[in-house]
Structure formats: structure tokens, C-alpha cells
């Protein structure tokens, strides 16, 4: 079958096995595509074709209705987590979803696992060298030196802490809340052999004791702090911060302006992927409250295609491990996750969602802005 020419009914690709929801897949109409992934993940349709190969043609069979569904969400989850983000809600949550045995992460995140966009400098990468291109950028962004403290907020399973001990020789330490990706974040440090500079600490971001890093980086997890405290996070880390240091913030964010698909998407990634995660925002927020806090801004670059990219080979790399993920997860799991990364493939490309890296100096006026001159300041082709 063509990828370019699907079948004209969505009968055709969606089978109904729970006749409850027969009314909802009528030929010739479209149905809320909140309604479809509910009844998919829970068994009660199939599909005839790939997933990646329905969501880039979803227009044809489906619309972006809210649905009852929707209300249930914003009310008992939503607008809880929103209002509250309590250390020990966050814990919760956060743990929840991270804190999944680390086979399931590695399922589609590879060798690196690195859950944040990678950097392709040809197109043609695999993710392994994509995911070491972001690494060596984020390093030259901040300017990396030999002995430098280093603070990575959210370090996830710690690689980037582990690379630039390795390649970068700082002293580098990472926190993260899950007990699974410190676990594996410090067996790594210990494998490539770097524990006398490197180390992850599981504990939660407001526990941070007071003291001065050289450098700072915060790579998508910003967006799990929440509206509510965000600001107060921006001014936390520029306390932590040198005079003449550097603070790198990579940031899940959205289009500006109301539009009905990033809505609903938004919805789905909220309730099931990143709950809690209600700080992606326009760069307008992120920019207003850095320069708040007190940083002033050097450089932005959007990254959000080579996000697209890189979601797709997480998705190739899960249905390559169906299978086993059926088997150790169950098909609600499997098939979540299936959606997601499906679906977001597109909504990265088409702009809907992105990620942008800043990188940023405290405003001082002795600050000595003439290291930016011949500095890497966005992603050249010309990189280690």
C-alpha cells in the first residue's frame, strides 16, 4: 500500500472489536481523535495499518473534537497538579513514569539513553552519533573547560554528566529524582571510568544545596517544575551560578497562539507521557522569565526538526522491540507509547511542539561578553 494513497474509509483501517463504540467509526465521518486512542489503547479497535502510517494521514479519518473524556482530565488531574507541584506530589509523579524498570526506556531510547532531542548534522546519523553531536554542542555552547564544575538539573541516566567528565574533563554532577536513572547513570560513570569527576544524585531540585557551579545545564526538564515555580527555579539556578558562568536551558515548548491539535496532543502528553509537565510554553514565557531572573540571553536556536527526527528513529526503534514490550509490558503500554511517538513524529515537524536551546549569562554589566566572538553559538556543520 502506497503511503501516499490510504483507503477513503476508516472502516478499512480500523477494526471495532467492542461494539460499544461501533457508532464512533462510521464510514464518511470523522471521529475525535482522542475517542480512537482511548478505544486503542485499551483493546477495543485495531488498526490494519502501521500507527506511524495512520497518524501522518489522521486528517483523513479523524478531527480534533474535545470529548467528554477531556473534561474528566482537566478537573481530576489537570488543574491538581497545576495548582499543587508539592515535593511530594512531584516525587510521585515523576517517579511513576521514570522509575520504570529501564528496558522499557531502552526500548526505544538506544545505547545513549538520552531522552531529549538529538543534533544531526548530516540527516543521515544513526542516533547513537546524533545523540553524541547534541553532547559535544551543548559543551561548546557553554564553553567547557578542563576542572569547571558542572551542574546538569534533571540529568535523566546521567550521560551527559558521564561525556563531559570523559571528553570535556570537568567535574560534573547530576540530579535527577528517579532512583532508576541515577542507578544507571552512576554504573556508567563507573564504566567509562570517570568517578573521580562525576556523579548523580537522586533528589529533588529544591534540595540542591547552596553552591556555585561554573556551569549549569537543564535539558527538558524545566517543563516538569510547572508554571507555578518556575520563575522561582530560574532564580534558584542563577544563584547557583558563577559571575562568569554559563547556563544552558534546553526547553520542550509550544506555538504561540491557540491551535486545536497542539490542544488535544497536548492533552494526551499531559495525561499519560509527562504528567505534571504544564511549563512547556511559548518562548516568550521562557525568555520574560529568564530575563526576571535575572540572565540575559546570548543565543536561541529551535531545534524542534531535529526533535522530528529523532522521535522517528525512537519509534522504529519501539516497533522493532514489539515484541518483547508486549510481553513485558502489556499491550495498554506498548500501544501508548506507540501513539505518542507516532503522533509527535509530525507534530514536531509541522512546528506544533518544538525545543529550543538557550544558552544565557547572568546581566552583569563587568561580565566579559567578548568570549562569544568566534564561539559556537548554534548548531554548525563544522562541529566535533
Excluded at 502510517?53 to 477531556?70: A, E, G, I, S, W
Excluded at 552512576?186 to 562525576?198: E, F, K
Amino acid at each position: 500500500m502506497s503511503e501516499d494513497v490510504l483507503p477513503k474509509n476508516i472502516r478499512d483501517v480500523v477494526i471495532v472489536r467492542d461494539p460499544k463504540v461501533n457508532s464512533r467509526y462510521k464510514n464518511g465521518e470523522k471521529t475525535p481523535i482522542t475517542n480512537f486512542i482511548e478505544d486503542y489503547m485499551n483493546g477495543r479497535v485495531d488498526c490494519t495499518i502501521d500507527i506511524r502510517l495512520l497518524m501522518k494521514h489522521r486528517t483523513q479519518y479523524f478531527n480534533y473534537d474535545l470529548v467528554p473524556h477531556h473534561g474528566r482530565f482537566v478537573f481530576e488531574k489537570f488543574i491538581p497538579q497545576l495548582a499543587i507541584h508539592s515535593k511530594s506530589q512531584d516525587e510521585r509523579i515523576v517517579r511513576d513514569h521514570y522509575d520504570r524498570r529501564n528496558d522499557f526506556f531502552a526500548g526505544f531510547l538506544g545505547e545513549r539513553m538520552v531522552y531529549t532531542s538529538a543534533f544531526f548534522k548530516r540527516g543521515d546519523e544513526g542516533l547513537t552519533e546524533a545523540q553524541d553531536n547534541k553532547m559535544h554542542l551543548v559543551s561548546q555552547k557553554i564553553q567547557l573547560k578542563p576542572g569547571e564544575r558542572l551542574l546538569d538539573i534533571g540529568c535523566g541516566w546521567g550521560t551527559l554528566v558521564a561525556h563531559t567528565a570523559k571528553h570535556y574533563g570537568v567535574d560534573a554532577t547530576g540530579i535527577t529524582i528517579a532512583q532508576a536513572g541515577a542507578d544507571w547513570g552512576n554504573q556508567q560513570i563507573a564504566d567509562w571510568g570517570v568517578q573521580d569527576r562525576a556523579r548523580i544524585l537522586r533528589m529533588d531540585y529544591r534540595e540542591i544545596p547552596p553552591a556555585k557551579y561554573n556551569k549549569i545545564t537543564c535539558l527538558e526538564m524545566a517543563e516538569h517544575v510547572g508554571v507555578k515555580y518556575f520563575q522561582r527555579f530560574m532564580r534558584q539556578i542563577n544563584g547557583l551560578l558563577e559571575e562568569d558562568g554559563l547556563f544552558y536551558l534546553q526547553i520542550a515548548g509550544l506555538k504561540a497562539g491557540i491551535h486545536r491539535e497542539s490542544l488535544i496532543w497536548g492533552a494526551f502528553m499531559n495525561e499519560y507521557i509527562f504528567p505534571g509537565a504544564d511549563a512547556s510554553m511559548p518562548l516568550s514565557f521562557v525568555v520574560s522569565k529568564l530575563e526576571k531572573a535575572g540572565f540575559e540571553i546570548h543565543s536561541v536556536e529551535n531545534v524542534g526538526i531535529h526533535y522530528s527526527k529523532t522521535i522517528r528513529i525512537w519509534y522504529d526503534n519501539w516497533m522493532a522491540n514489539r515484541e518483547a514490550m508486549l510481553e513485558e509490558y502489556g499491550q495498554w503500554w506498548y500501544r501508548c507509547w506507540e501513539i505518542f511517538l507516532g503522533w509527535s513524529v509530525d507534530i514536531a515537524k509541522q512546528g506544533n511542539s518544538t525545543a529550543f536551546q538557550i544558552v544565557c549569562n547572568k546581566n552583569l554589566e563587568h561580565f566579559d561578553r567578548r568570549r562569544w566572538v568566534g564561539a559556537v553559538n548554534l548548531g554548525e556543520r563544522d562541529l566535533v
